[in-house]
């Protein structure tokens, strides 16, 4: 570490005992080398020590090699940006709050406001760009709180935009838009003759007023059917279609694509997708695949579809069982990886058994025509049983129910929700997963996953963080969302009050 007006030489020098050796004596290197080794509380309590150490300890390259073994959430503000973009205070301040933030993840809470009961029940609830919780009733329009206020701030769209939410909606999804930081909705509405999508865009950068201007939307009669996907950076949007079995769509162009389903996977339900590159990753019900987009007709307005097989198909064999529900983070790239790869992870469940923790890598995702083709690879990095196994009609059963769950974009903290079956009792479930790869099994198609779940590492980070004991069906938690970055929790129940945790 080069000084060369001998700053630090002087002040190590300006405390020394009686001429002995001490630990500021030694290089700034090795003392760097001996506080990376520290955990953040520990290193905190080394920096203190001595204003040399203290001094030293500022460094950019020792506080990002801390952020990338800890494996900790970013906030979206940073999340976009390249480690090495960050300064060394941004980095400090990085690690301190995820720090903070994964102390209390695990830890019981308590309601820190619950807002009343809507007058509709919702389609959505979600929690977006760490701040924003947006809900979305089936009749009326999108209700927006600012967590970052107590009680949160509430905004709503203003009248002379919210005719586009009169008709009744049958469907809903949300995204940020990554370069302007609006919100972009989507939805299924139900029309007389018809089923249409809209997608709308609300403007949240700096909100001064109490309500909300809708800047722009767009109707693309083409998609009729359930939205399970936004990609605001490619203006996509993905539909779950039964007889096409994915739709893409352009909702700047209206232009519109569909890939047909094989006959043998008409059972075989969508339960997440993701846009990666050229290709849709597609968690369903029994398998995973990777599918090549068609390109889109060349005229505004059409719609064409395609019989596209799998570019890659895992079987997920667990005898007599399917998924009944999954979670897909955000693509992200593989920097451990000489070829140019993304990793997505999924968190799926089963409602008696419980979660799977899997990591798919795709590589050569963007279509290059004389480039390699498109492949992945699919890891379980762990397993979650149900507790407190007991036997009824011979056959081994958990005393809880999954009823749901989520993960974050980043993949690496996840939430959902339980039910006890001998008590009228809901658990919220709080998890942070270890996202190395020294203990992942490898899984092949067709491999039996009851017998890789003997040999999967288990899930042990994970706490129940609140618990909702009333014999009222009114009570149960049927939405829950959350910031991986904050750590805050947002519930919906099923008289459609919302709790913020």
């Known amino acids: 570490m080069s000084d060369p007006e001998g700053g630090l030489k002087e002040l190590a020098t300006s405390s020394r005992v009686d001429g002995k050796t001490t630990l500021i004596d030694l290089p700034p290197e090795l003392i760097l080398r001996i506080a990376s080794l520290l955990e953040v509380r520990d290193l905190l309590a080394f920096r203190r020590t001595h204003r040399f150490i203290h001094t030293i300890s500022q460094d950019k390259l020792l506080w990002g090699s801390i952020f990338h073994d800890l494996r900790l959430p970013l906030p979206r503000t940073l999340r976009s940006r390249h480690l090495d973009s960050l300064s060394y205070p941004e980095l400090e301040n990085a690690v301190l709050h995820s720090c903070m933030v994964e102390h209390w993840w695990l830890k019981e809470r308590k309601a820190v406001f619950t807002l009343p009961a809507m007058n509709s029940s919702y389609r959505l609830l979600d929690f977006l760009d760490d701040r924003w919780v947006i809900s979305i009733p089936v ?22 935009t919210s005719h586009a939410f009169r008709t009744e909606t049958s ?71 039964i007889s096409a079995g994915i739709e893409i769509g352009d909702w700047i162009r209206s232009r519109v694509v569909g890939i047909s389903t094989p006959n043998d996977y008409e059972f075989a339900f969508i339960l997440g997708v993701r846009l990666v590159g050229d290709y849709i990753l597609s968690f369903r019900s029994t398998c995973i695949e990777l599918l090549s987009v068609p390109p889109f007709p060349d005229t505004d307005g059409q719609i064409t579809y395609e019989t596209n097989p799998a570019s890659y198909r895992f079987h997920l064999n667990y005898p007599d069982l399917a998924f ?95 039910r006890s079956l001998s008590k009228l009792k809901r658990f919220v479930v709080a998890a942070s997963f270890d996202q190395s790869c020294s203990e992942a099994v490898a899984v092949e198609s067709g491999d039996d996953l009851r017998e890789l779940c003997e040999i999967a590492p288990r899930i042990e980070s994970t706490s129940d963080v609140f618990v909702v004991d009333s014999w009222s069906p009114d009570d149960d938690i049927v939405r829950c969302a959350f910031s991986e970055a904050t750590g805050k929790i947002v519930l919906g129940t099923r008289d459609n009050r919302i709790i913020l945790l």
């Open 171 to 241: 469907g809903a999804t949300v995204a940020v838009d990554p370069h302007q930081g609006d919100i972009i909705i989507g939805l299924r509405k139900n029309l007389r003759d018809r089923s249409t999508s809209q997608i709308l865009r609300v403007h949240l950068a700096d909100p001064k007023a109490d309500c909300l201007q809708l800047t722009a939307y767009k109707t693309i009669d083409h998609l009729s059917h359930a939205i399970i996907a936004l990609e605001p950076s490619r203006n996509a949007v993905i539909t779950d279609s």
């Open 324 to 418: 009944t529900g999954a979670s897909l983070s955000e693509p992200q790239q593989n920097p451990e990886s000489p070829e140019d790869s993304r990793i997505v992870y999924i968190l799926a469940h089963q409602t008696t058994i419980g979660f799977f923790y899997f990591r798919v890598t795709i590589y050569n995702p963007d279509y290059v025509p004389s480039g390699p083709r498109a492949r992945m690879d699919v890891d379980l990095l762990g397993v979650y049983e149900l507790r407190r196994p007991r036997v009824r009609h011979r056959e081994e059963v958990g005393t809880r129910l999954v009823l749901g769950g989520r993960l974050g974009p980043e993949g690496k903290r996840g939430l959902w929700t339980e």
């Open 139 to 160: 009749n009326g329009s999108p209700v927006i709180w600012d967590t970052r206020e107590i009680p949160p701030k509430l905004y709503q769209l203003c009248e002379s």
